[in-house]
């Protein structure tokens, strides 16, 4: 389906993780509109009242909106590669070690709840520490939930897929926060993954550049 258009933030993991997603799965022609936030008016009428981005536009102008929708939408419209495992257990533990990432952690240091901090009284400084310690217990939380997650070289075996394109921009957010990332197997499962094009789309220097 070609003629589609991202709409979203450069820094932000949940439009990261689509872009990846894209790319795995070879969706070519996909066209960029990434803003630095406060977005741009033409950005924020691609979003409902209270809605983030990204948005993920269709050639016949429908829109696509929250990251985990728009990727179950992309597994099933392009199946191959899949990024969700055959086996219903291990499924159902990548889709949690997800939303781990996506709805228990991200939120907690999203710009909306940090701006929403310092308008309560926080300074910059306890706003920086809450997100500091929103990600870090958020990773030590995944980090355990790897136990179960295999043999590796990725999150949850020999491929990459759901758990690895969440994992890797949250990682990327941590950094940029100033996190002390002692995760042995969240940084191997990175590791892994950043050999892969697909995935250097969410190094700061590519976003960069976008």
Request: hydrophobic share 45%.
């Amino acid at each position: 389906m070609p003629g589609m258009r991202l709409h979203g933030y450069r820094h932000c993991p949940a439009t990261a993780r689509v872009r990846i997603a894209l790319a795995l799965k070879g969706v070519e022609r996909v066209a960029l509109d990434l803003r630095d936030p406060p977005a741009a008016p033409l950005l924020l009428a691609h979003v409902p009242p209270g809605g983030q981005p990204p948005v993920l536009e269709l050639p016949d102008g429908q829109r696509l909106r929250q990251s985990l929708a728009i990727l179950e939408w992309l597994e099933e419209m392009w199946p191959s590669p899949a990024l969700l495992p055959p086996d219903p257990m291990t499924r159902a533990r990548v889709r949690a070690f997800a939303l781990a990432l996506t709805a228990d952690m991200e939120p907690l240091c999203s710009p909306r709840v940090l701006d929403r901090l310092r308008r309560t009284g926080a300074s910059e400084g306890e706003a920086q520490l809450w997100a500091r310690q929103a990600l870090a217990e958020g990773l030590e939380a995944c980090e355990a939930l790897l136990d179960h997650g295999g043999e590796g070289p990725f999150c949850f075996g020999a491929e990459p897929g759901l758990a690895d394109l969440c994992l890797v921009p949250q990682l990327q957010e941590a950094r940029r926060f100033g996190v002390a990332l002692g995760y042995p197997r969240l940084l191997a499962a990175e590791a892994a993954s950043l050999t892969l094009a697909a995935f250097q789309l969410a190094l700061p220097e590519v976003i960069h550049a976008s």
